[in-house]
């Protein structure tokens, strides 16, 4: 516990004296404060054409929904966003160490590469999980001029920590397979991306094809989860996805050691 | 305290390491003496549990590399060849990780960096960020990052490459002073760096052991004979001739002679001194002789003759 805590600490403070946590979130809350503003504009002008064409028509005003227009919508772009920011937080946490020779302090020194690993993986989910939830402002702000149903949004954030959780396994192990950091990011963003567009190759597919393809899709579990649904499915499937990138992470590392 | 036995390590069809085996003592500073490339870093590398051995065994502290890894690891410190350097980190905060990685807790924590900071003479930049520090100051870092736990044993590559040589002296006399509380191993390709810090040196080339012993032993071991240095005033052919028909006499060279005198170089059976039957033979024959000396065989001279031999074979 006291060396899982220690390398926790050393990549916290790691990320956090370097710029490129404050530059990621940064640009993140950019970009998705921009899209949450454009989509309120583009349900703002429903509303206004709505209303118009109620008055020239008579009759009432359709009851419309936020959630489905507003939280859905904004849920959509920032699964893909999420998609960009997590390889950047994973490339240096194995390939800068191998760079620089310090894997060899860790690999000589009385810890287990299973303590480093996560301590790495939870330095990285607890920044990830900071700039998720900073996102949570923009659904205060939609409180205070409407009444939003927050059942979802809240297992819609769930389920981002899930997919988080998947996407920075993933990351790690890109990273554990080079001493290039940019060669790490490649190659999430490689694998990520492959996952998410099975779901789409899954609808040209035959049915038993489209079932897999489905179900190892990454978007298609986060679907339930910003419906508001928290079905365990879809929890096993990103658990068992997370845990078996980081068994995969520990084989590459501890692989020298067997290489006789 | 450390036991090393018939160790061999290959990468793929290139062999690094081949039947090395040599023994440590507690308390002693071993020199691991060797030309670059000759094995010295994967030997270290397997000793510190960071390359399994392709074959042969080695023990730290009775604890084999391989199959107690663990306990090898709570009783070593290293200093690989670049030391291992979070460059964004304080000198205190990166000791104080590397303090908690190798089990230090509590109480003794603060107390252990502060020691070693001491000894390493960096306290006075202990707030300082690591990439802010000179070459000389990032290396005794990396001596205090493997001294922070007070092991057993340390094991040092090449601490001294890459310094200056104010550096070079300064650094020597940290790795003087950690002998009798720790067994050392330190690398190196530099000869006096040895003869200056060690007790026994290990000489290392192309993988395989070319030679073992305290400096004087080794050269004692290596000595092919007594060595005279002999200026002689006389026919050079004459004397030459005369001095080789003596008893004990096993060579003799001309370093330089002309009509009137020579200079020679004679080797004699090892124990033997001929240089009073010379200086008699050469006044009995009417020669003149200007200097005679007995030449010393430096660890130099015996560093070159092993790894040159060692090649040619
Ligand atoms: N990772 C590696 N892969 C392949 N060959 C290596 C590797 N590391 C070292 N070698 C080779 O092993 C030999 C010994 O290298 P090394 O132990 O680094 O020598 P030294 O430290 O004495 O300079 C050299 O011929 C080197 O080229
Ligand atoms: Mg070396």
Redesign the interface.
Known sequence: M??F???YS?EM??YF??PVAYVIAGVFLFLSGYLFRSILMQFNMICLQLGQRAQQMGGGMPALNLNEMVVTQFFAVMDFIWLLIVPMLTMRLYAEEKK????????????SSVQVLLGKFFACFSLYAIIVSLTMVYFLILEAYGSPDWGPIFSGYLGYLFLGATFISVGILASALTENQIVAVLLSFGILLMFWLIDWSASFAGPTAAKILQYVSFIEHLEDFQRGVIDSRDVVFYLSFTFFCLFLTTRVIES????? | MIEVNELSKSYGEVVAVEGVSFAVGKGTILGFLGPNGAGKTTTM?ML???????GGQATVAGFDVVEE??EV??R?G?L?E????????TVR?YLR??A????V?GPQLNGRIDDTMEKTGIAHHQNTVISHLSKGYKQRVGLA?ALVHSPDVLILDEPTVGLDPKQIIEIREVIKGLAGDHTVILSTHILPEVSMTCEKIVIINGGRIAGEGTPESLIAQLKEGEVLRASIGGPGQEVLSMIRAMDGVIDVAVESGGEEDGVFIITSTPGTDVRDSLARQIVDGGYALRELRGLDMTLEDIFLRLTTEEVKA
């Open positions: 006291g060396n805590l220690a390398v050393k403070r790691s004296v370097s620089t020779g310090t894997i060899e302090l860790l690999m000589t020194s009385p810890i020298r050691r067997w290489r006789r | 590398r510190t549990c960071y390359l399994p051995p392709s890894s663990m690891r709570k070593i290293y690989p670049t030391p291992p350097l979070y460059l964004d980190m905060a990780f590397v908690r990685i190798k089990g807790t990052q």
